[in-house]
């Protein structure tokens, strides 16, 4: 239901019928002014029938404290108000809920929800930080907790008694105590800390370490790590128990060379490294034998592809981006016979190389932002290609072997590529916490 009836008599006999037949109802309501001052009138009329959904986002009109009395069947509620009075004492009344998504400017955390699994309050930026986080330590069933970007300071003690929880996102939260608390989340695989400062903090306090509870959240699987331009210097050890982890993402965090711990990580598939200018040595410590995705922006110390390379025997996709080789240095990427996706933008190239027709296996191919002179010929064996991306125009070569394979040919106008690299410095300038995941 998307659209409640203006006439509350209307409503009321409508609530009546569902509930007589006990219809399961879902409401979906977005009002805006003048429209969101009706509302809480309309609401009331309904709030006797068998609605066990509601996502309402209403703007600029502050929600009476009673405005959800009634709806005791909810199991899943959506809620984006500017204030509710009372302080979301109502929210306390509805022991169904399973699911909530509040985005309200929450000062305190609502008590007795203890049937919840999901629990959302990302976005939500009271003036003071919010209170009442020991109200999370009676929902033992929670699976799913998202708090990004809601003046968090310190990891709620609270949390070490939810050890069913296997999403939790604290991104973009001021944090730099209590990480201790996350040790009993033992069925953890997801932890999202993109953007929050404690690494940046860490640095300013001379610490420059990862914190050690990562010992303990050994069910982990995916961890992004986001220096903010600062240097980890020590604290990788910490990363050795991981033993699930598969998809690790280090952006501004790396200095000189790539900690050692990593060949240790060998359930790795998947790594991402971004912004490390000057990374030059440690490469043979990357997991040669599960690596299957690796993706490298702007790390540009060394001037060749490292000989550890050649090593990587599993790698089906590599994405180099921004690594300027001079027109050479890539001689350790032939002997990748696996490789399906490969990615060689802004790389410095004048020419395709000769020997990338070693790479038979390939179906994808992006050589965007280069300024290539010739030898196109080379691409010719590449008898499974279906993908090429370029920058400026198709030379008649290229444009014939898409007509004759039937090549999905994909031309960046040079303005275009220029204006996408400008957005992304200015995003980058605007955003220092990082964006999403590189790969």
């Known amino acids: ?49 068998p609605v066990i959904s509601l996502e309402c986002s209403v703007i600029h009109t ?30 306390s009344q509805l022991s169904q809920l399973e699911r909530l998504q509040l985005q309200a400017g929450l000062s305190q955390l609502p008590d007795g929800l203890s049937q919840l699994t999901l629990l959302n309050l990302s976005f939500n930026l009271p003036e003071h930080p919010m209170r009442g986080w020991q109200h999370l330590a009676p929902l033992t069933l929670l699976r799913e907790l998202h708090a990004r970007h809601c003046r968090l300071s310190q990891v709620p003690a609270a949390l070490s008694r939810l050890t069913l929880v296997s999403v939790l996102d604290f991104a973009d939260n001021e944090i730099a105590e ?17 953007g929050c400062p404690m690494l940046e903090e860490l640095t300013l306090r001379a610490r420059r370490q990862l914190p050690d509870v990562l010992e303990q959240l050994t069910a982990v699987s995916s961890l992004e790590i ?17 033993t699930c982890l598969q998809h690790l993402f280090l952006h501004r965090c790396l200095d000189l060379e790539l900690p050692a711990v990593l060949s240790r990580l060998t359930t790795i598939t998947s790594l991402s490294i971004g912004d490390a200018p000057e990374l030059y040595d440690g490469w043979e410590h990357l997991p040669q034998a599960s690596l299957q995705r690796l993706c490298l922006e702007e790390v540009s110390g060394a001037d060749e592809v490292p000989g550890s390379f050649s090593r990587l025997t599993a790698l089906t996709n590599l994405a180099v981006r921004g690594w ?7 001689h350790h990427l032939w002997p990748l016979q ?26 994808s191919l992006d050589l965007s932002e280069n300024e290539f002179e010739g030898s ?45 690299t400008e957005e992304e410095s200015s995003s980058s300038e605007e955003d220092e916490g990082g964006g999403g995941p590189l790969m």
Not at 324 to 330: E, N, P, Y
Not at 338 to 363: I, N, Q
């Open 226 to 242: 986001y220096g903010l331009g600062t240097i980890l210097e020590s604290g990788w050890q910490h990363l050795a128990p991981l």
């Open 178 to 194: 209590g990480w201790q608390h996350l040790a009993a989340m033992e069925r953890l695989p997801q932890l999202h800390l993109q």
């Open 324 to 330: 300027d080789f001079d027109g050479g240095g890539m």
């Open 62 to 91: 502050p929600m009476p404290s009673d405005f959800l009395s009634g709806y005791s069947r909810l199991v899943t509620l959506t809620l984006t108000v500017e204030t509710i009075e009372g302080d979301f004492q109502a929210l």
């Open 376 to 420: 196109w010929q080379h691409l010719l064996p590449l008898a499974h290609l279906r993908n090429l991306t370029l920058t400026g125009f198709a030379p008649p070569q290229v444009e014939a072997l898409q007509q004759r394979r039937g090549l999905n040919l994909i031309i960046e106008r040079e303005e275009e590529a220029e204006h996408e």
């Open 338 to 363: 696996r490789l399906l996706h490969l990615e060689l933008v802004e790389c410095g190239l004048t020419e395709v190389p000769r020997e990338l027709a070693r790479l038979s296996g390939l179906t």
């Open 1 to 49: 239901m998307r659209n409640l009836l203006e006439d509350p008599a209307e409503a009321a006999l409508l609530a009546a019928f569902l509930l007589e037949r006990q219809a399961k109802t879902r409401i979906a309501l977005y009002a805006k002014n003048p429209e969101s001052l009706l509302v809480p009138e309309r609401l009331a009329a309904l709030r006797f029938a």
